[in-house]
């Protein structure tokens, strides 16, 4: 029978090095069959077959010893030395830990989570708990690999286009894996995954929901079909795609808003200037943008319901059509000209929050509006409205629970770290980018995966979802915490063999530029003061 090989590597630790509980190890599964070994990085304990990777593909049997696959992710703060090629790690004897007194000065490296790999079951430390000094202070990053079973993605999708009722099911492959959520200002909202969708549904959905999160999170693009509404392709960091056409503005404003930036500019070219919007269509010479400039009343009666003066909710139903309604001929939504008001000739433009729909109206002498071609001067204004206007893009932002057993991997007295989080003593990051910690209790961690490295997130078939996640603090208050300082190594231990539990196991690891658009993890603020 082929020995059972695991993560932890204990075999090779100096019993004095490593934390006393880990030498009450699982004994030997003896119905394994002879020629796999059995990984026990998460609950799932696959049995690996020679030349196979396990259940995740995080893992693989080389030759009976269990490796990680994919390197472990470093961040170099001097962008032009990071070259992203993968480095071995060197095996060096064990219990040679540098220790946290052999701290170097700030290298301007971090260890990030990505591939750093996980300890299962939690009571183990994190797999790297890096000593290293940053302008004089002694500092330490408790790394890991989550598995985040709560845990989810918000999206926010630039555009006006309707994409789908609040509250309506967003499916992926058929399986429901979350819903559209409250709208902001010229975005629609999805909240997707979650825990209700990975474990308490059915199995399908569950792994569904999963290979969704990972490469939502892994910023690949997503096909979603949003229940009486829209299908919308969603990346990271790209356009959405709205039943197939590929959105490319935001709206500069709603229709109110719209009015009150470009009043004077349509001031003396336009009589009248009607902005349809899906949430406020605003009316020139009503607004009070039109009364500060004197303009006269023009006697336009807009459907829908009037909020305040020259703003108007619900003047059509949602889609994808002018303003993010579903009208796709702009005169439906006036319903008629007072006649003691109007009079023949009046100049009306009609446009969109966006400026992509605009035309060009002239009353007739029965008051009747009659489309005439954009004069130059106007659809210089139209134009700007355009130019106003932001890109429209996908924003992707992970939300994951980190205040439950992932603690016990930092100190052996949990609610510390919370506290001490809570307390900003602690800077939280995932694989570098700077983690939002929500107010209340818990960790609840929210980050942008576009300021994380590429191929961030995995998952296992619990299912849960595998993503980087790295604690930073002063090597005073890691001790004051009950930090694990049995594991504490210094960086440069760490560069040249890897994690505490590796010892043996070959993996790489890959130096990559840290974004400038990132703080330094290990920077000034909140941490050195
Ligand atoms: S799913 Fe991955 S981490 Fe979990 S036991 Fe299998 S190979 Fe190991």
Same mark, same amino acid.
Do not use: F
């Given at each position: 029978m082929t020995e059972h090989t !695991?993560?932890?590597?204990?075999?090779?630790?100096?019993p004095g090095q490593?934390?006393?509980?880990?030498? !009450?190890a699982r004994p030997r599964n003896e119905r394994m069959a002879a020629g796999k070994i059995e990984c026990n990085a998460c609950p799932v304990l696959c049995q690996i077959s020679t030349g196979k990777s396990g259940a995740c593909d995080r893992y693989a049997n080389a030759d009976g010893v269990l490796v990680r696959v994919d390197p472990v992710v470093l961040l170099d703060r001097a962008a032009a030395l990071g070259d992203g090629a993968v480095v071995p790690f060197l095996v060096r004897p &064990? *219990?040679?830990?540098? *220790?946290?007194?052999a701290a170097s000065e700030d290298r301007g490296l971090f260890v990030t989570g990505v591939g750093a790999s996980t300890t299962y079951p939690d009571y183990k430390p994190a797999p790297f708990v890096v000593a290293s000094r940053a302008d004089g202070v002694d500092m330490v990053t408790v790394v890991t690999e989550g598995i985040f079973s709560y845990c989810s993605f918000r999206v926010k999708i630039d555009t006006d286009r309707y994409l789908g009722p609040e509250q309506a099911n967003v499916r992926c492959n058929g399986e429901v894996v979350g819903h559209v959520t409250t709208a902001e200002y010229g975005s629609q909202m999805l909240s997707l995954g979650g825990v209700h969708h990975l474990t308490g549904g059915s199995k399908k959905e569950g792994r569904v929901t999963c290979e969704m999160m990972a490469s939502l999170g892994n910023k690949s693009a997503v096909e979603l079909d949003i229940d009486g509404g829209t299908r919308v392709v969603v990346q990271a960091g790209r356009a959405p795609v709205v039943d197939g056409v590929e959105e490319a503005r935001m709206r500069v404003g709603c229709g109110s808003a719209t009015v009150g930036i470009f009043a004077k500019q349509f001031h003396g070219l336009a009589d009248e200037v009607v902005v349809v919007d899906d949430h406020i269509t605003g009316v020139l010479s009503q607004h009070q943008a039109g009364r500060c400039l004197d303009m006269r009343a023009s006697g336009v009666r807009i459907r829908g319901r009037r909020s305040t003066p020259g703003r108007y909710f619900q003047v059509a139903n949602p889609g994808t059509g002018w303003g993010g309604t579903d009208?796709?001929?702009?005169? &439906?939504i006036v319903e008629g000209w007072d006649a003691g008001t109007a009079w023949p000739g009046l100049r009306l433009l009609m446009v969109s929050t966006t400026g992509e729909h605009a035309e060009w109206f002239v009353l007739d002498d029965a008051l009747v509006p009659r489309r005439e071609p954009l004069p130059d001067a106007v659809a210089r204004v139209v134009s700007r409205i355009g130019d106003n206007c932001e890109p429209s893009l996908c924003t992707v932002l992970f939300v994951g629970g980190a205040g439950g057993s992932l603690r016990a991997g930092v100190t052996e007295n949990p609610v510390m770290l919370t506290r001490s989080i809570k307390a900003s003593l602690v800077n939280v990051t995932c694989g570098g980018a700077p983690a939002y910690v929500w107010p209340g209790g818990g960790i609840t961690v929210m980050v942008d995966?576009? !300021?994380?490295?590429?191929? &961030?997130f995995g998952t296992v078939p619990t299912p849960a979802i595998v993503a980087p996640i790295e604690f930073s603090m002063r090597l005073d208050d890691y001790r004051a915490l009950g930090g694990h300082m049995e594991v504490v190594r210094s960086l440069d231990d760490a560069l040249a063999r890897g994690a505490w539990h590796r010892d043996g196991a070959p993996t790489g690891r890959r130096i990559d530029a840290t974004l400038p658009e990132n703080p330094w993890p290990l920077g000034r603020a909140p941490l050195l003061g």
């Open positions: !695991r993560t932890d590597g204990l075999p090779a630790l100096d490593g934390p006393p509980v880990l030498e !009450r &064990s *219990g040679d830990t540098g *220790g946290p007194e009208i796709l001929d702009p005169m &439906s995966v576009a !300021r994380m490295p590429d191929r &961030s």
